[in-house]
Structure formats: structure tokens, C-alpha cells
């Protein structure tokens, strides 16, 4: 992200966010959540925060030449992945680059796995610290799946895996029109 212009999907608290403004050009967070976007206001990021929706990106102010989605990529139902991905893609111009991490899945780490047999998502039980437990959508993906999903919407693909995480990089590519 050296010298660019960042979209910060599902930003959050920023830290992500901090760490791409230290070497953007510019950076803009947007999340769903105005009271994480002020958590990430807090922190004196060099770094525009505003509320919006990763589903449509068409509000949010600014020209981007790159973006980013650390760690919110699994919590998309996956009948949700192509809007998404559209939304992504109408927002920037072609040949962009595309950052996104997310987890690996080991068993034991971050909650319950939940699997339901009317749903392609899988889901993880969450405990808050006042005991009240909820369901949350947390997808997992393979190497092979990553390439499935993103060869019709990306170029120049990268896929990377470690115990923990894996993550990903591509150029946008439009389809070709005509």
C-alpha cells in the first residue's frame, strides 16, 4: 500500500488501519459500527473513519487505487461473497490491488464451530464476558476454494497459507465487455 490511496473495509478499531497509513498515501475506513469507527477516531490514525456498508460502496466519498479486507471476509455469508466482491470492484478502477486475511480454522481457537444442515456457512459460538453467548457466521476456506471464488473477479492472484491465517492479493480485473 506504499504511496496509495486505501479503502479500509470493516476497518473496526483501526488497527489495521494503522499500520497501511503509516505507508499510504491516504486511507478511509468504513464499518458498519459507529461505536468501533470512534474507538478507531480515538486513536489519532492519519486516516478518514466513516460509517458505511461493504455491500455498497457507492456513498463512501474519495478515489481509491487500492483496498483492503483483513478479517471480514469469513463473516460474509457466502451467498453474499459476489455482492461483495461487486461492490468492491464497481468502487475501484481496473488493475487496483486487493489485500484480505483472514483465519485458518483450528479447532479449539475462537468459539464453538457450529454447522447447520440447512446452510453452506458454518458459524462459531461466541461467549461475552457477562456470560450471554451468541452465533456469529464464520466461514472457512481452503486454497483451492479462495482460487474458485476469486479467479472470475481477479489477475495476478496470490494465495498464502500459515498455521493460523491465510491471505491473498490480486489486481482487479474487469470483464471484458462486448
Known amino acids: 500500500f506504499k504511496n496509495r490511496t486505501v479503502l479500509d473495509i470493516a476497518c473496526g478499531t483501526g488497527y489495521w488501519t494503522e499500520a497501511i497509513a503509516s505507508v499510504a498515501k491516504e486511507v ?3 464499518d458498519t459500527s459507529s461505536e468501533v469507527l470512534e474507538i478507531a477516531k480515538s486513536k489519532g490514525i492519519a486516516a478518514k473513519f466513516v460509517l458505511g456498508n461493504a ?4 456513498a463512501v466519498e474519495g478515489e481509491f487505487d487500492s483496498s483492503c479486507a483483513n478479517f471480514w471476509f469469513s463473516h460474509i455469508e457466502k451467498i453474499n461473497i459476489p455482492k ?4 468492491l470492484h464497481k468502487r475501484l478502477p481496473d488493475g ?3 489485500f484480505m486475511a483472514d483465519n485458518v480454522y483450528v479447532p479449539g481457537l475462537g468459539g464453538t464451530l457450529v454447522e447447520k444442515p440447512d446452510s453452506p456457512d458454518t ?3 461466541r461467549e461475552l464476558s457477562d456470560g450471554n453467548t451468541y452465533e456469529i457466521v464464520k466461514n472457512y476456506y481452503t486454497s483451492d476454494t479462495l482460487k474458485t471464488i476469486f479467479k472470475d473477479f481477479s489477475g495476478d492472484l496470490h ?3 500459515g498455521q493460523c491465517f491465510w491471505w491473498l ?3 482487479i480485473k474487469k470483464p471484458c465487455v462486448g
Request: proline share 0%; hydrophobic share 40%.
Open 159 to 161: 494465495i498464502g497459507f
Open 84 to 87: 461483495f466482491l461487486t461492490s
Open 169 to 171: 492479493t490480486y489486481k
Open 123 to 125: 458459524y462459531k459460538l
Open 28 to 30: 478511509t475506513g468504513i
Open 96 to 98: 487496483s490491488i486487493i
Open 55 to 58: 455491500y455498497d460502496l457507492s
